[in-house]
């Protein structure tokens, strides 16, 4: 992805999040959601026939009607919205605004989506006091999978959203390394 297209994206993600909310405040969030999931599905559905939709040879009508095709069964907002990147010449964006829609959606909420990696699998108490920890340390609601990662040797690497938290053994390894090589 070129530089700029990312906040491209998430511009055509919030603008497509709060179409897909308006209208009454009843069950907002259902449609919100599934809005973003077929947004998701129709993502898949699309990215491999792409070069078609910039192939000049054919009409506006003709990459609608496969666009429409493509996209299956999906909201009416969702196609409004696939038509008006098509019309942009921004469908290449699609994947990209697709999952900046489902982090709009999160930001909206107040979650983050945090991933740890831990060298063993985390138990149940180990798994809730990481996520309070988290909770207390960004003051927004997280949501966490953890998977195992033998790499990490011991402790645990938390991403979430733009930082990263290194309480590993690997982590401490290497800036042992980098304290010892550099002075």
């Not at 040879?57 to 009607?65: F, G, H, I, N």
């Not at 900046?100 to 108490?125: F, K, T």
Request: glycine share 8%.
């Amino acid at each position: 992805m070129r530089p700029g297209e990312r906040a491209l994206a998430r511009r055509y993600a919030a603008a497509f999040v709060a179409a897909a909310g308006a209208g009454s405040a009843d069950g907002r969030a259902s449609r919100e959601d599934q809005a973003v999931k077929d947004l998701a599905a129709a993502a898949e559905r699309v990215a491999p026939e792409e070069a078609c939709f910039r192939d000049p040879r054919r009409s506006m009508e003709e990459k609608q009607a496969r666009l429409k095709s493509l996209a299956g069964q999906i909201s009416a907002v969702t196609l409004r919205f696939l038509h008006l990147l098509l019309e942009n010449k921004r469908l290449g964006l699609l994947s990209a605004a697709a999952l900046e829609s489902s982090r709009v959606l999160d930001d909206q909420r107040g979650i983050l989506r945090a991933y740890a990696s831990a060298a063993a699998p985390l138990g149940a108490g180990q798994e809730e006091s990481l996520r309070r920890g988290l909770e207390r340390l960004s003051g927004r609601k997280i949501v966490l999978s953890t998977r195992v990662d033998e790499e990490v040797l011991a402790g645990v690497e938390v991403r979430a959203g733009d930082w990263v938290l290194d309480a590993s053994l690997r982590g401490r390894m290497k800036r042992l390394r980098e304290s010892l090589t550099a002075g």
